[in-house]
């Protein structure tokens, strides 16, 4: 099925510019982290292949090894600059703020690009450092004035992480990136993101180890509309206007994944996939509050 890639609407961020609500993820699209040539070719591959299928929102990461596959495959596409949307992320390593400008220069050149539409930090090592991630936001944010970022976001933040740096440097994320689908509703980290003005981003939006993916409720759902299981999940998320990032390498699942809006889930329908949140137990990656890379 041929999308028209202006279908996927966009999201309007608190400094102003927009975000395609879908995107897609380039965790794991490599056999490993490492960025040799021969996984460039592998990355630049699948994203030329998304590219194809009409994502223009790529989301990636210095930690995931993908970016100068990303990099090849938007040289290769002719796409124009400004109808793509790429983001990237600070590895763990790169927190202290000279880490921060040497990494986010060969995140650039990686990508082949002379400005990041979005940069996060990864996540808020609030054990490692000193604690200190307010001096590495705030290092973003010089970044974002100087004009190498045009938005500058987090992930894995939660709620007391974004009171301190926004109190810190009375500046705000646009974005907070988490772990967000079906089965762990992370209430808190939306309440907080959406009380600061930030947009809810999910990683992992179907559920990552797939558990969503053969639920019984959302299979019922998805049989109601004539839709697959992953489609509901993402039209879930599109409906509570959560920006979703899923990954797949398989080019019929890529065209799958971003064709979510021509049905349209009842406020039913969104209730009971709502009632499948598991709370703290659904969550199947790191917790932020301990995670030290
Ligand atoms: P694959 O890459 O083999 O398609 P998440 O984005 O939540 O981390 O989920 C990604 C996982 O879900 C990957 O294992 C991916 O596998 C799988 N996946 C992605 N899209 C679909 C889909 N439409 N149907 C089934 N599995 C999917």
Redesign the pocket.
């Known amino acids: 099925m041929e999308i028209d890639r202006d279908f996927v609407p966009r999201i309007t961020l608190s400094d102003g510019s927009t975000i395609p609500q879908i995107g897609f ?1 380039t ?3 490599q056999p490993d982290r490492k960025s040799s040539d021969a996984n460039a070719e592998t990355t630049a591959n699948i994203v030329s292949q998304a590219l194809e299928a009409g994502y223009r929102h790529i989301d990636t990461a210095q930690s995931y090894g993908t970016e100068r596959g990303v990099g090849r495959a938007i040289a290769a596409s002719g796409i124009a600059r400004d109808e793509l949307f790429i983001t990237s992320k600070l590895a763990n390593d790169n927190h202290a703020p000279d880490d921060v400008r040497r990494s986010v220069n060969q995140t650039l050149n990686n990508l082949g690009l002379d400005q990041l539409d979005l940069f996060l930090i990864h996540w808020p090592l609030p054990t490692l450092y000193g604690g200190d991630y307010a001096s590495t936001w705030a290092t973003l944010t010089e970044l974002v004035a100087e004009g190498r970022l045009r938005s500058a976001g987090v992930s894995n933040f939660q709620p007391a992480h974004l009171d301190r740096i926004v109190a810190e440097t009375g500046i705000t994320p646009v974005v907070n990136q988490f772990e967000l ?1 079906p089965y762990f509703a992370n209430d808190e980290a939306c309440e907080a993101s959406r009380r600061h003005g930030i947009a809810v981003e999910a ?6 180890n ?1 558990a969503p ?1 053969t639920d019984d409720t959302i299979g019922q759902v998805a049989a109601a509309h004539g839709k ?4 509901v999940i993402l039209r879930w998320h599109m409906q509570h206007g959560h920006i979703a ?6 080019p ?3 065209h ?2 971003i064709a979510v809006f021509d049905f349209e889930l009842t406020p039913d329908q969104m209730a009971s996939i709502d009632a499948l949140n598991r709370g703290p137990t659904g969550r199947v990656g790191p917790n932020p509050d301990t995670y030290e890379g």
């Open positions: 993820g965790l794991a699209v689908h990683h992992s939006p179907l559920g990552h797939r993916l697959s299981t992953a489609q990032i899923p990954k797949s390498t398989r019929q699942r890529m799958e994944n």
